[in-house]
């Protein structure tokens, strides 16, 4: 059995003559929070839109759950698209059994397991309630229900944190870590790094179309050096000539790379240039950090590209 | 059958039932069911205020005989018996006498201009050799009066009753007649032209709703599309259907309510190729004529994102579907010409003209052919419809032509 969920190598989409996906790769291991990462633009949705069969590559392979042709494997796939959509005059178990119904699952066993679902869900309240009556946390979290109603191996979910507020935002993350416990594969698309770091086992940086990074999310903040908060005990405009380079004021202190050989040379340049030392700590880079480095990286190259 | 077909059939299914669900369960479809009734009732609100201005104004109208009064009473006479030879609704203006004065001519010009009845016709002078004035709206009350005066004379020469004495008896006829079979033809095409013309707009209006709710992708992500549209027909044509069987159940106990002079006069409209033959094929060319209308629709309605922009593309359709019923109409009135011919080829008036064909004949054999010939364009027509349809929701392609023409298209994500 292929140990990998989907596969993609060398995507490529064109509208109107703009390639707006050129080149991705995507590897998602089987049962792994696999995350779809880039700016607004930068073809996530197409990329996920084209692993799914919504719409044909212009070039490149894809394998999804392996077979070559998406669609042969819809049974057991679940989709949450960027765009919420619902119908509004259902009631929400019956949307989510219709969704289930779209996906192999018979509308009785659908309307059973939906009611079990919302019920788990804290939404036991409204399994009857239209969808035009739903807050529009609540009526995304149904169609979330509505897409792992199948029990499907691999759950696709394209932005799935826009618009809700945090109390949402928690249940569907904690809806997103039981479909992984339960044995399924999560591919999300996001740009909210603080979602993806809590929650990707692994996850592809796309920015401008391009594919830009794949590995783990301490592989990414990897790229990044770790960095030394010092907090001064008192302000010293000559402070800077004692600090390594690449040091940053902000409003807590002072921030800087921390060198190849440790932070211990920089602290004794420090004291023995009479300056005390009021706070220290190593500070990991973030996902957001690697995050911008590598966009930005692409941001510039893209400008190159324009300019050549 | 593959586990794939399967699984096709089942989503169309899914995707029908919901539709079919969604449309049939809602208030909007009772006034759909009832738009018929609507329909008739402003026509009959039409009708009864023209019939009433013609009543007025056949009340106001006479015609006068200026004859001497030992004359009139034979005139009467001869006026009451030539009269049952027009129907309630023909009738001529009442007859009206005057004994002629010392200049008769004028006598009769005044009658023209006298107020409170209109006189459309006016005779005078010797009833062998008449002259008889008459107006705008008078010469078939002229020729009225001339035929008055020579029946008059007639039964003056020959001076005996009439001696033909006629028993009436209504017989209704075993079999339609070949003006019932083009009444039964124009009636196939006006039915199938209305019903298909009141579904093709909620053909449109499906898609406006699957863009307002953007539920779209989903069902683009879970089926392949051309099953999505199939399913989306199949769920109005299911509606259509119990619009059909509705209207079709009452109107076949429409005779059982009528009069029975009137229920007589309908049993001569028919089709020339037999009742029992005929209603599956009403019904297949409905379904066909529906289906290609209906994935036209679908495909323009899918390019759509305003309702100016609908309201643009869905007239020269609805012109298109115009000009197909007039074409088929030609071939209602049973002609063999080329026309007719043509109309019953072409894909978008096929339905309609071979419906009128097998109301006005007999032969069943060019039916299999029409009928595979429609099938084969349905298919076309949903495969381009599909695929318009594609380009236009999930904006999977080069952009709409007709946008395209204006701005360069914008990429998505």
């Given at each position: 059995?292929?140990d990998?969920a989907?596969?993609?190598?060398?995507?490529?989409?064109?509208?109107?003559?703009?390639?707006v996906?050129?080149?991705v790769d995507?590897?998602v291991?089987?049962?792994?929070?696999?995350?779809?990462?880039?700016?607004?633009?930068?073809?996530k949705?197409?990329?996920?839109?084209?692993?799914?069969?919504?719409?044909?590559?212009?070039?490149?392979?894809r394998?999804?759950?392996?077979?070559?042709h998406?669609?042969?494997?819809?049974?057991r796939?679940?989709?949450?698209?960027?765009?919420?959509?619902?119908?509004?005059?259902?009631?929400?178990?019956?949307?989510i059994?219709?969704?289930?119904?779209?996906?192999g699952?018979?509308?009785?066993?659908?309307?059973?397991?939906?009611?079990?679902?919302?019920?788990?869900?804290?939404?036991?309240?409204?399994?009857?309630?239209?969808?035009?009556?739903?807050?529009?946390g609540?009526?995304?979290?149904v169609?979330?229900?509505g897409?792992?109603?199948?029990?499907?191996?691999?759950l696709?979910?394209?932005?799935?944190?826009s618009?809700?507020?945090?109390?949402?935002q928690?249940?569907?993350?904690?809806?997103?870590?039981?479909?992984?416990d339960?044995g399924a594969t999560?591919?999300?698309?996001?740009?909210?790094?603080?979602?993806?770091?809590?929650?990707?086992?692994?996850?592809t940086?796309?920015?401008g179309?391009k594919?830009r990074?794949?590995?783990?999310?301490?592989?990414?903040?990897?790229?990044?050096?770790?960095?030394?908060?010092?907090?001064?005990?008192?302000?010293?405009?000559?402070?800077?000539?004692?600090?390594?380079?690449?040091?940053?004021?902000?409003?807590?202190?002072?921030?800087?790379?921390?060198?190849d050989?440790?932070?211990e040379?920089?602290?004794?340049?420090?004291?023995?240039?009479?300056?005390?030392?009021a706070?220290?700590?190593?500070?990991?880079?973030?996902?957001?950090?690697?995050?911008?480095?590598?966009?930005?990286?692409?941001?510039?190259?893209g400008?190159?590209?324009i300019?050549? | 059958?593959?586990?794939?077909s399967?699984?096709?059939i089942?989503?169309?299914?899914?995707i029908?039932?919901?539709?079919?669900?969604?449309?049939?369960?809602?208030?909007?479809?009772?006034?759909?069911?009832?738009?018929?009734?609507?329909?008739?009732s402003?026509?009959?609100?039409?009708?009864?205020?023209?019939?009433?201005?013609?009543?007025?104004?056949?009340?106001?109208?006479q015609?006068?005989?200026?004859?001497?009064?030992?004359?009139?009473?034979a005139?009467?006479?001869?006026d009451?018996r030539?009269?049952?030879?027009?129907?309630?609704?023909?009738?001529?203006?009442?007859?009206?006498f005057?004994?002629?004065?010392a200049?008769?001519?004028?006598?009769?010009?005044?009658?023209?201009a006298?107020?409170?009845a209109?006189?459309?016709?006016?005779?005078?002078?010797?009833?062998?050799?008449?002259?008889?004035?008459?107006?705008?709206?008078?010469?078939?009350?002229s020729?009225?009066?001339?035929?008055?005066?020579?029946?008059?004379?007639?039964a003056?020469?020959?001076?005996?009753?009439?001696?033909?004495?006629?028993?009436?008896k209504?017989?209704?006829?075993?079999?339609?007649?070949?003006?019932?079979?083009s009444?039964a033809?124009?009636?196939?095409?006006?039915?199938?032209?209305?019903?298909?013309?009141?579904?093709?707009g909620?053909?449109v209006?499906?898609?406006?709703?699957?863009?307002?709710?953007?539920v779209?992708?989903?069902?683009?992500?879970?089926?392949p599309?051309?099953?999505?549209?199939f399913?989306?027909?199949l769920?109005?044509?299911?509606?259509?259907?119990?619009?059909?069987g509705?209207?079709?159940?009452?109107?076949?106990?429409?005779?059982?309510l009528?009069?029975?002079?009137?229920?007589?006069?309908?049993?001569e409209?028919?089709?020339?190729?037999g009742?029992?033959?005929?209603v599956?094929?009403?019904f297949?060319?409905?379904?066909?004529?529906y289906?290609?209308?209906?994935a036209?629709?679908?495909?323009?309605?899918?390019?759509?994102?305003?309702?100016?922009?609908?309201q643009?593309?869905?007239l020269?359709?609805?012109?298109?579907?115009?000009?197909?019923?007039s074409?088929?109409?030609?071939?209602?009135?049973?002609?063999?010409?080329?026309?007719t011919r043509?109309?019953?080829?072409?894909?978008?008036?096929?339905?309609?003209?071979m419906?009128?064909?097998?109301?006005?004949?007999?032969?069943v054999?060019?039916?299999?052919?029409?009928?595979?010939?429609?099938?084969?364009?349905?298919?076309?027509?949903?495969?381009?419809?599909?695929?318009?349809?594609?380009?236009?929701v999930?904006?999977?392609?080069s952009?709409?032509?007709?946008?395209?023409a204006?701005?360069a298209?914008?990429?998505?994500e």
């Open positions: 059995m292929n990998l989907i596969s993609a190598t060398g995507l490529v989409k064109t509208f109107g003559g703009k390639r996906v050129d080149g995507v590897a291991p089987r049962g792994a929070i696999y995350g779809v990462l880039g700016p607004n633009g930068a073809g949705t197409t990329t996920l839109r084209m692993l799914l069969g919504i719409i044909e590559p212009d070039g490149g392979h394998s999804l759950l392996g077979h070559s998406p669609r042969d494997a819809s049974d796939v679940g989709y949450l698209p960027e765009e919420r959509g619902l119908y509004p005059a259902m009631r929400a178990k019956d949307a059994a219709f969704m289930g119904a779209l996906r699952l018979d509308l009785k066993t659908g309307r059973k397991r939906a009611v079990t679902l919302m019920e788990a869900a804290g939404l036991g309240y409204a399994t009857d309630t239209k969808i035009r009556k739903l807050s529009k609540m009526a995304q979290l169609q979330l229900l897409s792992v109603v199948h029990q499907p191996e691999l696709v979910l394209d932005e799935p944190f618009g809700l507020d945090p109390v949402n928690e249940r569907l993350e904690a809806l997103i870590l039981a479909e992984r339960r999560i591919v999300m698309s996001t740009h909210v790094m603080a979602h993806a770091e809590r929650l990707c086992d692994r996850l940086i796309i920015a179309g594919h990074f794949e590995g783990t999310v301490a592989e990414a903040r990897g790229l990044l050096p770790m960095r030394a908060h010092y907090v001064p005990d008192r302000d010293d405009p000559a402070l800077a000539a004692f600090l390594p380079e690449g040091a940053v004021h902000q409003a807590d202190g002072w921030r800087f790379p921390v060198p050989g440790g932070v040379a920089a602290l004794k340049r420090l004291i023995d240039g009479g300056h005390g030392i706070g220290l700590s190593i500070e990991r880079p973030g996902l957001h950090d690697a995050f911008v480095r590598i966009v930005g990286a692409s941001a510039l190259e400008a190159q590209e300019a050549a | 059958m593959s586990a794939n399967n699984r096709i089942r989503q169309t299914l899914t029908a039932r919901r539709d079919f669900v969604a449309t049939v369960f809602t208030p909007t479809f009772l006034l759909f069911l009832l738009s018929p009734v609507i329909m008739l402003f026509g009959l609100v039409g009708a009864g205020g023209a019939t009433s201005m013609a009543t007025n104004a056949a009340e106001k109208a015609i006068v005989a200026i004859v001497a009064p030992d004359q009139q009473p005139m009467r006479a001869t009451a030539l009269r049952r030879l027009f129907g309630r609704s023909d009738q001529p203006p009442v007859l009206t005057e004994t002629p004065k200049q008769p001519a004028s006598q009769a010009r005044a009658t023209f006298g107020a409170g209109d006189t459309t016709a006016a005779l005078y002078g010797d009833l062998a050799a008449p002259t008889i004035l008459y107006g705008a709206q008078g010469r078939g009350d020729r009225y009066l001339a035929e008055l005066a020579e029946g008059t004379l007639r003056d020469k020959s001076g005996a009753p009439p001696v033909s004495t006629a028993t009436f209504p017989i209704a006829r075993e079999r339609a007649s070949s003006g019932g079979h009444q033809a124009f009636f196939s095409v006006f039915g199938i032209f209305f019903l298909s013309l009141l579904l093709s909620q053909a209006s499906t898609m406006a709703e699957e863009r307002n709710n953007k779209i992708e989903i069902l683009a992500a879970a089926v599309l051309e099953a999505v549209f399913g989306k027909l769920g109005m044509f299911g509606s259509a259907v119990l619009f059909v509705f209207w079709g159940t009452l109107a076949s106990q429409i005779a059982a009528l009069p029975a002079g009137m229920a007589g006069g309908l049993g409209i028919g089709p020339a190729i009742l029992p033959l005929f599956p094929l009403f297949a060319y409905f379904a066909m004529a289906m290609l209308l209906g036209v629709f679908l495909g323009v309605g899918a390019q759509a994102t305003t309702p100016r922009e609908l643009m593309l869905s020269p359709i609805t012109i298109v579907q115009v000009l197909m019923f074409l088929a109409l030609r071939a209602a009135g049973g002609a063999d010409g080329w026309v043509f109309a019953e080829i072409f894909p978008f008036s096929s339905p309609f003209a419906a009128a064909h097998a109301a006005n004949f007999s032969d054999w060019p039916h299999l052919l029409a009928l595979a010939w429609q099938a084969l364009w349905v298919a076309i027509a949903i495969t381009v419809g599909a695929r318009a349809f594609r380009r236009g999930l904006q999977s392609g952009g709409r032509w007709f946008r395209r204006a701005r298209p914008v990429a998505g």
